[in-house]
């Protein structure tokens, strides 16, 4: 199999042109998944699979067949081996005077050539912020690249977020967790829970090591002997610092996470 693909966009299984897009421009309306091909599948495919069919259900009143979605997948990384991959679902049909109508979703495939993900530990700046619907990945991204930019400014990496409280949610892109004495803990603030994370839970699972979901706020960071990010560009990237809190220097643990991110099998698409 080749080791990477020509960038494609398909809609519905075929190229799309100029005026298939006009609807996905035009209407900023959606929702997304991304994905890391390897070795011909994909790590969480059932919950990527799952992801797409329940925002569909809550954004346009109707269900996206998994099958249908595996066939557009199956198509456009045909004889590749690896591809970063990303399914944006909208709807040319959507009325947008009456959004209460249940309309067929259409289905946007786009690859590219996968990257190796970067070890680099990140710098993060938090900002008070909270993403409307946070628990669908929609493409109101706006804000996002917005509060990124904000930190890169003022000579951070990345944003993380927090509410009026100071409890921690998520990054911009991303999910965060702590390494504490008794084992991982993800913050439990309202945030999109991410398929890398739920896979770096499972893994943890399997391999014994605890975790738990609770409140964290940045007062508490001293507690913590490390955080890390996750998303399917980078399943564990350490964070060197959040404000100006600094962590201890990686002491094996993002290897451990890392194995049990990869236990996780390879599901074929």
């Known amino acids: 199999m080749s080791e990477g693909p020509i960038d494609r966009i398909e809609l519905n299984g075929v190229s799309a042109g100029v005026e298939d897009l006009r609807h996905l421009v035009q209407t900023n309306y959606g929702h997304f998944t991304a994905m890391r091909v390897e ?82 530990p990140l710098r993060v700046k938090s900002f008070v912020y909270a993403r409307d619907a946070a628990a669908i990945k929609h493409v109101g991204t706006f804000s996002l690249f917005h509060y990124r930019r904000l930190a890169q400014l003022e000579g951070f990496d990345d944003a993380l977020f927090v509410d009026a409280a100071s409890r921690i949610s998520e990054g911009s892109i991303w999910n965060i967790g702590f390494i504490a004495d008794e084992g991982i803990v993800w913050p439990d603030a309202p945030q999109l829970e991410g398929i890398s994370s739920q896979l770096l839970k499972a893994g943890c699972a399997l391999h014994g090591r605890h975790y738990s979901t609770r409140t964290v706020r940045l007062p508490d960071l001293a507690n913590f002997s490390g955080a890390f990010f996750t998303n399917a560009s980078a399943p564990v990237r350490p964070i060197a610092s959040i ?27």
């Open 39 to 120: 070795n011909g599948g994909v790590r969480g495919l059932d919950l990527h699979l799952a992801r797409l069919d329940t925002a569909t259900h809550a954004l346009f009143g109707s269900p996206l067949d998994g099958e249908r979605v595996r066939g557009y997948i199956r198509h456009i990384v045909g004889g590749f081996s690896s591809a970063s991959l990303r399914i944006n679902v909208f709807a040319r049909g959507l009325d947008r005077d009456n959004l209460t109508r249940t309309v067929e979703p259409d289905v946007l495939v786009m690859t590219s050539a996968a990257r190796a993900p970067s070890l680099t």
């Open 243 to 269: 404000d100006g809190h600094v962590f201890p220097a990686d002491d094996g643990w993002v290897a451990k996470l890392q194995r049990c991110y990869e236990s996780n099998p390879i599901q074929a698409v």
